[in-house]
């Protein structure tokens, strides 16, 4: 089991800067791949960015360049982190962290209970 609990979200204007947090333990040895998803109005949730156990990266089109996905990795939890800059009211959404362990292990993918980021002014 991986418990993921995210913090960071909140009330920015737009053209501000937010670095979520994402706090991982439990299993975190058996994750492959973390990633930042996101759940809008339309209650769709879209990919943001991932980072594999490698420290590859990739990014949906629209965050390019605006968001950083990193990983802190300590002796038996991790913190994955994605720093978002230069928001727009469009960003405004649930992000919710997740976990996909190695396919080996057969287990589907973990979430997070979401946080909140509201792009306003």
């Known amino acids: 089991q991986v418990q993921l609990v995210e913090s960071g979200g909140g009330l920015v204007q737009p053209g501000g800067s937010l670095r979520l947090s994402c706090a991982a333990s439990?299993?975190?040895?058996?994750?492959?791949?973390w990633a930042w998803y996101r759940e809008g109005q339309d209650k769709t949730r879209e990919f943001v960015a991932h980072?594999?156990?490698?420290?590859?990266?990739?990014?949906a089109e629209d965050v390019e360049g605006r968001f950083t996905i990193s990983r802190d990795d300590a002796r038996d939890t991790v913190t994955v982190y994605l720093q978002m800059n230069s928001l727009r009211p469009e960003d405004s959404a649930v992000y919710y962290c997740?976990?996909?362990?190695?396919?080996?292990?057969?287990?589907?993918?973990?979430w997070g209970q979401g946080t909140q980021v509201t792009v306003s002014s």
């Open positions: 439990g299993s975190v040895f058996s994750v492959a791949k």
């Open positions: 997740s976990a996909e362990p190695f396919a080996i292990y057969g287990i589907d993918t973990y």
């Open positions: 980072i594999f156990l490698s420290g590859t990266t990739k990014y």
